[in-house]
């Protein structure tokens, strides 16, 4: 039987959005043009050719938003500042309203006794920064200080907790190097670029918090999967290691001292030529913590393509996983081998699970909204924690993607993640089977297992 109190009085409680999945009000109060903006107003671009219009209109209804987290039972209101509303071109003018805007959501987070963790970039870069090269001109590194320390200066006297950025690998990857997400660029170049001067960005936006806010609670968020051969052939235990080097190594081990991880990957020696004097050193930053956010495993076997990993993934849908609404492999029991993982680097002080969250079909009947399979998952990814805290590993906290429904990206409404469901027509939000359980668990009653 799962208790709260079997997770230690510090451990923290959370939820977590981001601004332009919950926002909307894309337009509003002098915000400018994100390239999420620009990528969706191509409606061939998003499933179902939906229209993200207001999204789940947190813009207009936080305060709502935030007393459901209250309500539910949470310590922690995890958050993402739009770029493009503080700074509509990426640098230079500030908008005041977009300041005053997250100034009201901050005060309403500590009225609620809610503890803020503010992300600073999650996805919504600039168009106007795109226009001039995005994260593939190094210019990046200045602009993204400047915003840092516009934000740290504007709240920092309310909010000591920041995740730097969300994702990197997430946004580097599919927007730089596939072309799936916004900006829509393709090719190693591309990718290598972006991914570098990114790191940097995490590295000195932390060290520029850390100038202005001594005691600010540092940490970056990044994505991660447990990547295993799909059998014991040397070449596929190979291709598996250079996927995980990929997907769990590439962002944190410069982030940590350590380098790139070309062990495995000889190929990322080409992001040399990116490099500048000094770039090595500057990479790093001591965080005082590392968000972990796991999805979904990976079954990997060698390949032919695409070149530089050549390794592949075997589609979870022709192996019979478990699968989420995306189709991708739901397998609780990997959190802990990634705590473990991670655990291993003398440098990682603490974890937190920043984002830990599925998408089901939820069942409607009346006013009741069924998520049971959503339920049994965050159980058991909670046992898999308590199993990791009983072998020595500081897992400090669980922030749950999502509180409300709301925009998956390229996905579109379709996916739901959330505790809370939202009829789009209506906003009308009702909290779901999964909420309930929080809720009484978080009032620290015996689960029902």
Known sequence: MLKRKDFGDTFKWGVTISAFQNEGAAYTDGKGPSIWDTFTQDTNNIKNGDQIGD?????????????????????????????????????????????????????????????????????????????????CNREIISWFVEYVEICVNSFGDRVFN????????????????????????????????????TIL????????????????????????SYVKPVNKLKK??????????SLNRFFIEPLLGLGYPSDVMPALKLVKAFLKDGDENEMSFDFDFIGLQY???????????????????????????????????????????????????????????????????DFLAGDRIHDARRLKYHQK??????????????????????LTDNFEWKEGFEPRFGLVHIDYESQKRTIKHSGHWFKTFLNKKTSID
């Not at 192996?319 to 029991?333: F, G, I, S, T």
């Open 55 to 135: 999204a789940s209109e947190f813009y207009q209804r936080y305060e709502e938003d935030i007393e459901l987290t209250k309500q539910l039972g949470f310590e922690v209101f995890r958050f993402s500042i739009s770029w493009p509303r503080i700074m509509p071109t990426g640098t230079g003018k500030i908008n005041q309203p977009g300041i005053d805007f997250y100034n009201r959501l901050i005060n309403c987070c500590i009225k609620n006794q809610l503890t803020p963790y503010v992300t600073l970039y999650h996805w919504d870069l600039p168009q106007a920064l795109q226009d001039k090269g995005g994260w």
């Open 162 to 197: 920041w995740v730097v950025m969300n994702e990197p690998m997430s946004f580097t990857g599919l927007g730089y190097f596939m072309g799936y997400h916004a900006p829509e660029k393709k090719g190693i170049v591309s990718f290598l670029k972006a991914a570098h001067h």
């Open 201 to 224: 960005c995490m590295a000195k936006g932390g060290a520029k918090i850390r100038e202005l806010q001594a005691d600010a609670n540092i940490g970056v968020a990044l994505s991660c």
């Open 236 to 245: 596929n235990i190979k291709a598996a290691k250079r996927i995980e080097a």
């Open 295 to 361: 999805y979904f495993r990976v079954v990997a076997k060698h390949s032919l393509q695409p070149l530089v990993l050549f390794a592949d993934e075997i589609h979870p849908t022709t192996r019979k996983a478990n699968l989420n609404a995306m189709n991708l492999d739901v397998y609780p029991k990997g959190l802990y081998k990634l705590l473990k993982f991670y655990d291993a680097y003398p440098q990682v002080k603490k974890m937190i699970i920043t984002e830990s969250g599925v998408c089901y079909p």
């Open 381 to 402: 990814m909670l046992k898999q924690i308590l199993k990791a805290q009983s072998n020595g590993i500081n897992v400090d906290g669980y922030f749950i993607w999502t």
